[in-house]
């Protein structure tokens, strides 16, 4: 089975194909991807309706692309899948249009995935997949959260971001120090040069006794650090103060991991989303898992960010495991909210 994954939940277009194998994860074909980055850094931030307009562009010359790539043509489809939600409502409207529009045509079923669903489950098509059960920390744009996973489907929260995520934290602590748009990257780029003790900035709920987190008030500790600074701080300064922010956001990530595993009694950890692609992140959770003879698994580097690899893949194991059911009806709607412990609850009329 053959399954056509488009992704358009920001400011990414992804398009894949997956097919699914008898035995073990389906193989990833071919898949493509347009970052919106250069367009949206001259507002500082993503403009939806801009993101809205430029998928709508870019989806079906990708979808060309990946099936050219993978040798395939639209013959050899036999579901398409997008992403129904969390996200941008227009952007997500544009991909799931286009996947049901696309289904009908050629009468083949539909079936939207739940787009954080797809980072969980995009390590999967690493070298190293996990196994079940896991824990999954999941750190994507505006999600931080811990879960339990047993089960394609079978997922329980564990904690999650009572304020700004872990992402969040990276790009408006970014922007405050100047850096522009995406800010989390450059943020990273710029701590390798500074000295992660150099400023004493707050760790929040690090020792709460839970498993949530809260990154907001470490955001208002870097403005506040930064104004101290005078209006042009030197590079060392940001520097030291891009490490020291750094330093704040990992420790309490892989403080709340530990406690998952400990907690939950399980010894293998995921992790995904676009923060699992931070460096000092994965260098810190390796040592910590191998001084406990654990586990740690990641996506590839270049599946971290949103992709249609990860929406055909988990609407392939959905499949596979019975968790879903692709539909002919083409009728659709989309998901902006849409909690993942809440995955197989119907929508609110």
């Not at 797809?118 to 750190?139: I, K, N, R, T």
């Not at 970014?174 to 943020?187: F, I, Q, S, T």
């Not at 780029?189 to 000295?195: C, H, N, P, T």
């Not at 900035?201 to 020792?207: D, I």
Request: net charge negative; glycine share 10%.
């Amino acid at each position: 089975m053959n399954v056509l994954g488009i992704e358009s939940s920001c400011d990414e277009t992804g398009v894949a194909l997956v097919r699914t194998r008898e035995q073990g994860t389906p193989e990833l074909l071919a898949h493509a991807l347009h970052s919106q980055i250069t367009m949206h850094q001259a507002y500082g931030g993503v403009v939806p309706e801009l993101a809205s307009r430029d998928h709508i562009r870019r989806v079906l010359p990708l979808a060309r692309e990946v099936l050219d790539g993978a040798g395939a043509t639209l013959a050899d489809v036999d579901v398409v899948a997008f992403t129904r939600g969390p996200g941008l409502a227009g952007a997500l409207l544009v991909g799931a249009g286009v996947a049901c529009a696309l289904a009908a045509g050629l009468s083949k079923p539909v079936l939207g995935v739940h787009h954080l669903e797809g980072h969980l489950l995009s390590p999967f098509l690493s070298a190293d997949p996990p196994e079940f059960p896991f824990v999954a920390l999941l750190v994507s744009g505006g999600h931080t959260q811990l879960m339990r996973v047993d089960g394609v489907g079978r997922y329980d929260l564990l904690g999650e971001s009572i304020d700004d995520a872990a992402g969040e934290a990276f790009d408006k602590s970014a922007k405050l120090m100047g850096l522009g748009y995406p800010g989390g990257p450059a943020l990273a780029r710029l701590a390798e040069g500074g000295r992660p003790d150099a400023f004493a900035l707050p760790r929040p709920l690090l020792h709460s006794g839970d498993l949530d987190f809260s990154f907001a008030g470490l955001k208002t500790a870097v403005l506040t650090q930064h104004r101290k600074l005078g209006a042009a701080p030197t590079p060392v300064q940001l520097a030291d103060l891009a490490a020291s922010t750094q330093a704040a956001i990992v420790e309490v990530l892989v403080k709340k991991s530990i406690n998952a595993l400990k907690t939950t009694g399980l010894q293998r950890l995921v992790v995904s989303g676009g923060v699992g692609a931070n460096a000092e992140l994965r260098q810190q959770l390796d040592a910590a898992a191998r001084r406990r003879g654990w586990r740690v698994h990641y996506p590839e580097l270049a599946l971290c960010t949103d992709n249609g690899a990860m929406i055909a893949l988990a609407a392939a194991m959905r499949l596979q495991a019975g968790a879903g059911q692709a539909s002919t009806d083409y009728a659709f709607d989309v998901r902006p909210r849409w909690p993942l412990d809440r995955i197989d609850e119907p929508a609110a009329a």
